[in-house]
């Protein structure tokens, strides 16, 4: 049997400093000019991932604040949603008070505080036992913009209680950066430990925004994103697609090789169902 011979310019390797795997992101495309005052999204991680820890399946990404699910270790599971202060530190005790990110409300159960290291901002998480083949679905909005602030809130819903919608957090962003709705809606994949030799996968679908006028809008095309960089950080195991009417994103394990360029722009199956919300039921 003859073995072809590889030269090392054919070899690919990591020669960063990063053990973590490449983060990767969908950042979805909004027809037109669309406002956004709320915005819907549903994620499934499956089975094959379930002992990946040191994962954020991060679902409602926007110009200020994330939202999604972690595996945080081997027993701890949680839901996230968290909102940047716009004063650029990465220690929250320098945020001035004109800066500040304040908590109007949170949900039962969930925890608050400040958060930092990645700029800074009020956090909030509920550990929550979620579980891999099960769809989970989130939606974020904005309650008011007065003056220089705004106030966004997180939700979420389990297939557990079928579907009924809990609030996470509520918090008022002061000198925002926003004077009309939503920017720069994304979800990505990451992990946030050195365990990038583990591989980590999730599904995202049916993604919606709400108008202030009541109009629902699907979005089932988005660009792609990674951290991976020829120079910066050399990884190869990463990829995203569609399989159904699914978005998909992997990255880390050094099996599945890149099936995508960044930039590249994906365009998922439209499902024409929207989400029914009872926006007047919706506790705070």
Do not use: C
């Amino acid at each position: 049997m003859q073995i072809d011979a590889i030269t090392p310019n054919e070899i690919k390797y990591n020669k960063s400093v990063y053990l973590a795997a490449p983060s990767t992101h969908l950042r979805y495309i909004v027809p037109g000019d669309s406002v956004v005052k709320w915005f819907y999204t549903e994620v499934m991680v499956p089975k094959e991932v379930e002992n990946s820890i040191h994962a954020y399946y991060e679902t409602n990404g926007f110009h200020s604040g994330y939202g999604g699910i972690q595996i945080n270790n081997e027993k701890e599971r949680r839901f996230i949603f968290s909102v940047w202060s716009l004063y650029k530190t990465d220690n929250p005790k320098e945020i001035p008070s004109a800066y500040a990110v304040n908590l109007k409300a949170k949900g039962n159960q969930v925890s608050s505080g400040d958060f930092g290291n990645e700029g800074s901002g009020g956090h909030s998480h509920l550990v929550f036992p979620w579980k891999v083949n099960q769809t989970y679905r989130f939606l974020t909005g904005i309650t008011s913009m007065a003056g220089d602030s705004a106030t966004y809130i997180g939700y979420y819903a389990t297939p557990e209680d079928n579907y009924t919608w809990h609030l996470l957090s509520e918090w008022t962003q002061n000198k925002t950066d926003t004077k009309t709705g939503f920017k720069h809606l994304y979800s990505f994949v990451e992990n946030f430990g050195n365990n990038g030799d583990d591989y980590f996968k999730a599904y995202y679908g049916n993604q919606w925004i709400l108008t202030p006028s009541g109009n629902w809008v699907e979005l089932n095309q988005a660009k792609f994103t990674t951290t991976a960089h020829p120079r910066k950080h050399q990884r190869y195991d990463y990829g995203a697609g569609v399989e159904g009417n699914l978005f998909y994103m992997y990255s880390g394990g050094f099996t599945h090789l890149k099936n995508i360029d960044a930039g590249d722009v994906i365009t998922r199956k439209l499902n024409g169902k929207r989400p029914v919300i009872d926006f007047s039921s919706l506790k705070k």
